[in-house]
């Protein structure tokens, strides 16, 4: 019998949180596959795959490859696939077990159903270490609750709420349907792994459960603040992916292009806000050559993004308009909590 849903859970020196993610997955049963992909580990993280494997042979599955990044294990782990629905889990995350019921729940009935679902929606958690109160990213005021949707059925998103790889689970044929192929060595791919497969999207479920919970905390974790300036190159990269492949032209719904277009405005501000936080000549004409390539490849989408708050604020001249987008962004971080 075919798996409901396939888990790819990317990992890289995961030893010491990799058993708390794998853990939380396990009570999903024999109806999920977990796919453990080892990228090249140089500490116990293999040995610990390859004993999930051993002890559930039926849920859990080792992949060991060479190192090449979050994007790479996540193509691994979708080539390998064998769910009706695709999902990945970070090693230094976990998921809520009432949360997971239901959403396998869901998925079980579309399938028995025939019904086509595209993308299962849900909640998610910001699990900040040392914060008592914890921040989730919900979408009740804009997504309809508990009922299959188009995108005619979407209200308005909110700057700050926006779909994250934590918040979907996406049917595995209309992944490869897409051709999704992330970039090898490259951190942020997730928003790449949402972003392109969008236009092929028709019908949804939004469940307004907190299934996902996502740790923020380490030092060394690709979101934080310093590690994302050091790494500037590969969230450009990443973000020049996205407006790659964003041709609204070709977009048939309305709300989905309008959407994207609203996600790579957030994309484009966080690529300028960490080029001018760097404080280097060389990041400043990255930045630029960055909304000169949106100016040329998607005009529509250029004069949206860069005349709207966000586009203004991210472009102010001089120091003393870097000044002023630097001190909106901490009054923005301080609110939501993020970084």
């Not at 999902?87 to 729940?105: P, Q, T, Y």
């Not at 979907?168 to 792994?193: A, W």
């Not at 996600?263 to 404080?279: E, G």
Request: charged share 25%; aromatic share 12%; net charge neutral.
């Amino acid at each position: 019998m075919r798996k409901l849903l396939s888990v790819t859970v990317p990992c890289y020196n995961s030893q010491s949180y990799m058993k708390k993610c794998i853990d939380s997955l396990l009570v999903g049963g024999e109806r999920i596959e977990i796919i453990i992909v080892d990228d090249g580990s140089t500490d116990d993280t293999a040995a610990i795959a390859d004993d999930y494997a051993a002890r559930y042979p039926e849920i859990c599955r080792a992949i060991h490859q060479e190192n090449g990044g979050h994007g790479g294990a996540v193509n691994t782990g979708l080539r390998n696939a064998t769910g009706v629905f695709f999902k990945v889990v970070d090693s230094d995350d976990r998921v809520n077990k009432e949360a997971f019921f239901k959403l396998l729940e869901i998925m079980s009935k579309s399938v028995l159903e025939g019904n086509r679902l595209d993308m299962l929606i849900s909640n998610y958690v910001y699990d900040k270490q040392g914060v008592k109160h914890k921040k989730v990213m919900r979408y009740a005021t804009v997504l309809p609750t508990d009922t299959y949707f188009t995108w005619d059925d979407i209200g308005h998103f909110r700057q700050t709420q926006y779909i994250l790889m934590h918040s979907v689970i996406y049917r595995t044929e209309l992944l490869r349907e897409s051709k999704l192929e992330l970039p090898r060595h490259t951190f942020y791919v997730d928003n790449l792994f949402v972003f392109e497969p969008l236009p092929n999207v028709k019908v949804m479920y939004y469940a307004d459960v907190n299934f996902y919970w996502y740790f923020i905390g380490r030092d060394d974790q690709s979101v934080h603040e310093d590690v994302m300036i050091r790494r500037i190159d590969q969230q450009l990269r990443v973000n020049n992916m996205m407006i790659d492949c964003f041709n609204s032209e070709s977009i048939e719904e309305r709300k989905c292009r309008i959407y994207m277009k609203n996600y790579l405005m957030i994309i484009m501000t966080v690529s300028s806000i960490m080029c001018i936080l760097s404080d280097s000549e060389e990041n400043l004409v990255k930045k630029r050559e960055l909304w000169d390539s949106l100016k040329e490849k998607e005009p529509w989408a250029y004069r949206k993004i860069r005349f709207s708050i966000l586009g203004v604020w991210m472009n102010f001249p001089g120091k003393v308009g870097r000044k002023i987008s630097v001190c909106g962004y901490r009054v923005t971080q301080k609110i939501f909590g993020f970084n």
